[in-house]
């Protein structure tokens, strides 16, 4: 698995467990870390398309 893509659903699964516990403040700062790191991923994963195509032609 893609280590940043992991670190995402790491603290994904974290939140979800923090929210079945009821700690919804530490809930919510794991799914906001969790959605940032999804997010980091996913615009690097566009880059690195890009980047890999010029580099073909």
Excluded: D, N, T
Aim: no cysteine; charged share 5%; net charge positive.
């Amino acid at each position: 698995m893609i280590p940043m893509l992991g670190w995402a659903l790491l603290f994904f699964i974290f939140a979800i467990v923090a929210g079945i516990f009821g700690f919804l403040g530490i809930a919510s700062a794991l799914a906001g870390i969790a959605k940032i790191l999804f997010v980091v991923f996913i615009v690097l994963f566009i880059v690195s398309l890009i980047v890999g195509r010029r580099r073909v032609s």
